[in-house]
Nanobody, 122 residues
Framework: QAQVVESGGGWVQPGSSLTLSCLAA????????MGWFRQAPGKARECVAA???????YFGDVLKGRAAISRDNAKDTLLLQMNALRSSDTAVYYC????????????????WGQGTQVTVSS
């Protein structure tokens, strides 16, 4: 019954950094694997990163080396720190709760948030 709400998106210039937040209030947040995904207009949704309850992290190819995923279990909050943003990073960024299956596949996640828009342009 977790309620997932993303925030922190906005319009930034190329090269900027941005931190997104995901409030996933509910029971047993600290035990859940969580993921960040993104979807650009007309493009498929793709995995950015995931983090397990023990804080083990995994990164997809799209932002590998330019992103860090972390969690604050005391606040039921998931974070995504992004650096050196480029125009191709423009997308809606989603937070979701992992259920089962391959870690980087969207079908393995449920309880998606509504997303937060990130626009990178000059």
């Amino acid at each position: 019954q977790a309620q997932v709400v993303e925030s922190g998106g906005g319009w930034v210039q190329p090269g900027s950094s941005l931190t997104l937040s995901c409030l996933a209030a509910g029971r047993s947040f600290s035990t859940k694997t969580m993921g960040w995904f993104r979807q650009a207009p007309g493009k498929a949704r793709e995995c950015v990163a995931a983090i397990r309850g023990d804080r083990t992290t995994y990164f997809g190819d799209v932002l590998k080396g330019r992103a860090a995923i972390s969690r604050d279990n005391a606040k039921d909050t998931l974070l995504l720190q992004m650096n050196a943003l480029r125009s191709s990073d423009t997308a809606v960024y989603y937070c979701a709760v992992y259920v089962r299956g391959p870690l980087f596949e969207i079908g393995s996640y449920q309880e998606w948030g509504q997303g937060t828009q990130v626009t990178v342009s000059s």
